[in-house]
């Protein structure tokens, strides 16, 4: 009979079991019966035949007949849970046309095709009467029924027998004839004879070693998966389309933020955990579903952490295109957005270098200039007020226009420092008296309605430092806070302390643990945001329309090189205090010369080679005031000629270090050629560093930076007249 096995044989085999099951008049045709022809000649007599060849007269040969006994209802002998809905109708046919008993040949027929093991018993031994080729391909045969197949089956067809109902057995695990693996579902039903008692057994075997083999595999695919989604370092989640809240969230939720996966399920937890700065664009976002897209945001992790999530969104579309939901994967970001935040950090700052480098280059050179002016100001300045009487209402507008011009020397200063070209000069310091010196300047900056306290510890030991920057420490942070201040009332404390840092507290501070000296400056005035506080040291940030110097840039430039620190710390509308941490040293601190009003004096001929007309003029006259002859000099060469012609009367130089055709450092070396002796004095608006820097400090017999008054002036040229005088160090 021709056909294939599933639903086409079920079809086929229904509607003949049907036909056989039905009467019918003799010599009724089966049209009905798809690929098979038939015909009922008689009583419980039916004759079918292949219609692929032309049909004999029924009886002849190319027919095949089959004595038919009463059926048997299939539905009371077939268990549908046991097998599939394609095969389950081909099952009840074989059940049902084995019932009925079909001649051997008829059933061979049916049933040799059929890709499912059938194993038939009958009578009272139970012996085989039918085993078709699949079971056989599976190991089973009548000669081998001690096999582990044969011994099973044979299990199953006792215990039917017994009971009287079917026995299911799935996934039994036996070797095929080659030794392979195979997994069997198997099924015996009980045979009965017309008068319903059991006469046989019916086993059909279902190889589902290939189901078994892909239940496995995706079984693995799937563990693999978890696996998978357990090892990466993100979040695979799955929300419903415009709902808050998740359906799915992956264990690595756990690891990555550390809340409980329950917590994830929650409708309003997303929103509780998003970075404020980024919780309203986030939840519009989520609020308007779009296409796949992707987004980078910031939440908090459980500890407290600031995580940056990179959250890749992929929308799952019905038949129509709607949204029915969204999956996506969140990855840490945070090292990635670090490293960006590092990046630009580097970038900015190398450019703020730059633009220190371009400023140090001109302050540089307006320090030099201004310093050239304040030459001509402050030394005629001084040297009026040495030619005053003390009790001459000039003088005190004399001494005002010295402290100013003073003052405006120490601006000068700080370009020079931001500028590279100024040099520490170290001594041991007593800051407390440092800070008590300052006292009236510290005064002239706060308003009328501000007051200044001074809590100075008489009992904190040393510093080593540079007196001139560390009292513009002390200016720079008063001037500070007299500013935040303004012109409404306060106070504005000044303190000295000590403190023995710990390691965890020098730490903090980026400072070696030991003992140090304090000074505060606090006030109570308008305090800093925590956008400002962390510019606080950037030369190229200010709060004000307009500023005093480089503020604490400055201060922060000074400390760290005193090898210090500075702590901050403010509340808005409540104040600042700001705290300086000074290495404490052992050493005493270094006396103070006594000043006394007694200016050196003294006679010779002194040499001044210097580009700038009013310096000169401004020397010559404070050096002539102080007993002197002077010729002077408008450039190198004609210095040269100068000390050529009168080098047995010359007893000092005193010799600008930069000037146009003949530099300083060129007339320092002739000059050297000339007199391994000559007493050279060095003046200059930049300062010792670029001296140095050039090798002209070696054999000098003085250091004058401009500008300066006469006192300074004299003092310098009577050292280096002096005999033994060794220069600068």
Known sequence: ?????????????????????????????????????????????????????EAPPPGTAGWTQARVAEPVPVALRVAPALVSEVDRPLLQVLVSVVSCALDRATLRGILDPMPIGVLVRRGPHQEVSEANPTLR???????????????????????????????????????????????????????????????????????????????????????????LLQSIHAIVWEAPAGSPGWTYVSDGAIALLGYPLD?????????????????????????AVRGDHELEYRVFAADGRVVWLHDAVRV??????????????????????????????????????????????????????????????????????????????????????????????????QLLAYSGRTQLSSETLDLGHLVRELRGLMVATLSKSATLEMEIDPLVPAVEGDPTQLQQVVMNLTTNAAESLGERAGRVIVQTSFAALQPEEAAALNLSPGAYVVLSVQDDGCGMSAAVKKRIFDPFFTTKAHGRGLGLAAVHGIVRVHRGAVDVRTKEQVGTVVSVYLPATSVRPTPRPQRTNTIRTGSGLLLVIDDEAEVRATARAMLEALGYDVIEAEEGRSGLLLFDRHRKE??????????????????????????????????????????????????????????????????TIGRALEDGATGVE
């Not at 937890?269 to 609020?287: K, Y």
């Open 1 to 53: 009979m021709p056909g294939s096995a599933g639903s086409g044989w079920s079809e086929t085999l229904t509607r003949i079991t049907a036909a056989l099951a039905g009467p019918r008049a003799p010599g009724a045709v089966l049209t009905e019966a798809a690929g098979v022809l038939g015909e009922q000649l008689g009583e419980g007599s039916f004759w079918l035949a292949d219609p692929r060849h």
């Open 137 to 227: 391909a599976l190991g089973w045969s009548a000669d081998n029924e001690g096999s582990d197949l044969g011994a099973g089956l044979r299990f199953m067809a006792d215990r039917v027998l017994a009971g009287g109902g079917p026995e299911v057995k799935r996934g039994w695990r036996v070797q095929d004839p080659e030794g392979s693996e195979v997994y069997l579902d198997v099924t015996t039903q009980p045979l009965h004879a017309s008068d319903g008692a059991i006469d046989g057994t019916a086993t059909f075997v279902v190889n589902t070693t290939e189901l078994v083999r892909q239940r496995r595999a995706a079984e693995t695919a799937q563990q693999r998966q978890g696996q």
């Open 263 to 287: 917590r994830w399920l929650e409708p309003s937890f997303w929103r509780t955990i998003l970075h404020e700065d980024d919780r309203a664009r986030v939840v519009a976002n989520s609020g």
């Open 316 to 413: 799952i579309t019905d038949g129509d295109g709607g949204s029915i939901a969204l999956r996506g994967v969140m990855l840490d970001i945070t090292t990635r957005k670090e490293a960006e935040e590092e990046r630009n950090r580097i970038q900015t700052e190398m450019v703020d270098l730059q633009k220190l480098e371009s400023l140090g280059v001109m302050a540089g050179g307006i320090a030099h200039d201004f310093n050239n002016l304040l030459t001509v100001i402050l030394g005629n300045a001084s040297l009026a007020a040495m030619r005053l009487p003390d009790h001459s209402s000039a003088r005190s507008a004399i001494d005002d226009l010295i402290s100013n011009a003073q003052r405006a020397a120490d601006l000068t200063r």
């Open 650 to 715: 010359i007893r000092a130089v005193l010799l600008d270090m930069t000037m146009p055709v003949m530099s300083g450092e060129e007339v320092y070396r002739e000059l050297r050629l000339r007199d391994r002796n000559v007493r050279i004095v060095l003046s200059t608006g930049y300062s010792q560093v670029d001296a140095r820097r050039r090798g002209m400090l070696d054999g000098i017999r003085g250091f004058l930076q401009k500008p300066y008054t006469v006192r300074q002036l004299s003092d």
